[in-house]
């Protein structure tokens, strides 16, 4: 549940604050927002499957979001268009774990 009243807080935050991000580093925001929501769909994913923890969520979260961030960088610098395939798995990867998430909560619903 941490992961949702995150995403919530962060929801809150972006629709209050008016933050602008220069268009050169769109593309990093893009992969590191990918990979931020990757961690929030698995930490759903891991809490109702009952194995949630906190501190693999947290450094996941970090952790993908900057070596995502780091590996666009890298090969904007080499002319290779790496962050889109970071999109691609990272959305991959969304699709796969809401798609368990679906599951799980169907499950769920129909136990009751």
Do not use: Q
């Amino acid at each position: 549940m941490i992961a949702i009243l995150g995403l919530l807080i962060g929801i809150i935050l972006g629709i209050f604050f008016d933050v602008n991000i220069p268009a050169e580093f769109s593309p990093y925001m893009s992969v590191a927002i990918f990979a931020c929501l990757d961690s929030v769909f698995g930490a759903i994913r891991a809490s109702l499957a009952k194995n949630f923890k906190a501190d693999i969520f947290i450094s996941g979260f970090f952790g993908n979001a900057v070596l995502a961030a780091g590996l666009a960088y890298v090969g904007d610098r080499l002319g290779v268009p790496v962050y889109l395939a970071a999109v691609i798995v990272f959305g991959g990867r969304i699709f796969n774990n809401f798609a368990v998430i679906r599951r799980l909560l169907i499950e769920k619903a129909r136990a009751h």
